[in-house]
T-cell receptor, first 116, second 111 residues
Framework: ETGVTQSPTHLIKTRGQQVTLRCSSQ?????VSWYQQALGQGPQFIFQ???????GRGNFPPRFSGLQFPNYSSELNVNALELDDSALYLC???????????????FGDGTRLSIL | QKEVEQNSGPLSVPEGAIASLNCTYS??????FFWYRQYSGKSPELIMS????GDKEDGRFTAQLNKASQYVSLLIRDSQPSDSATYLC???????????FGTGTQLKVEL
């Protein structure tokens, strides 16, 4: 069984640039969630995608956007990068069978983004 | 008040001892509770999930949930140096997949 994979593993950008991070969900999983983890903090929920639509969003500005593709893979796009965007970006997938599914989420290895 | 609170530690225990990690949450509507282990520089790894009051055991790990007190804990028996990591408590409310995490407790198991 293939787990959640993310690319790239590391990325360095400068302020004002744009970045795209990618995530392939675990086989059989139809829901993808993105999290931002700053150093010394717990992961913070950015948003989740289900059936190619955003389905829940955390307290992040609109310059954080995403996509989900028919094969359930996903992208996180961040525009106008700021220094505070430096963090580990985590993708998690799960299978959402019912509205109140309690399926646990498994994370990919993450993308470490550094903003100079 | 933070939604999920954990003592940041570090919590130091000798090898072979029981490590007790605690977490409180503020939203009484929370329904699902998870413990993740995170080694330095790595992503979180799910180690336990619990959904109803009481204890749930899996190998050396026991998760305990008390919804009335809004408290969830993780016990690690026979602690090993390889258990040294940051342990993240996460809660989920209702449908959807939004997890709310605490800041994590750093555990150090000393020889």
């Amino acid at each position: 069984e293939t787990g959640v994979t993310q690319s790239p593993t590391h990325l360095i950008k400068t302020r004002g640039q744009q970045v795209t991070l990618r995530c392939s969900s675990q086989s059989g999983h139809n829901t993808v969630s993105w999290y931002q983890q700053a150093l010394g903090q717990g992961p913070q929920f950015i948003f989740q995608y289900y059936r190619e639509e955003e389905n829940g969003r955390g307290n992040f500005p609109p310059r954080f956007s995403g996509l989900q593709f028919p094969n359930y893979s996903s992208e996180l796009n961040v525009n106008a990068l700021e220094l505070d965007d430096s963090a580990l970006y985590l993708c998690a997938s799960s299978h959402r069978g019912t509205v109140n599914s309690n399926q646990p989420q498994h994370f990919g290895d993450g993308t470490r983004l550094s903003i100079l | 008040q933070k939604e999920v609170e954990q003592n940041s530690g570090p919590l130091s225990v000798p090898e072979g001892a029981i490590a007790s990690l605690n977490c409180t949450y503020s939203d009484r509507g929370s329904q699902s509770f998870f413990w993740y282990r995170q080694y330095s520089g790595k992503s979180p790894e799910l180690i336990m999930s619990i959904y109803s009051n009481g204890d749930k055991e899996d190998g050396r790990f026991t998760a305990q949930l008390n919804k009335a007190s809004q408290y969830v804990s993780l016990l690690i028996r026979d602690s090993q140096p390889s258990d040294s990591a940051t342990y993240l408590c996460a809660v989920k409310k209702g449908g959807g997949n939004k997890l709310t995490f605490g800041t994590g407790t750093q555990l150090k198991v000393e020889l």
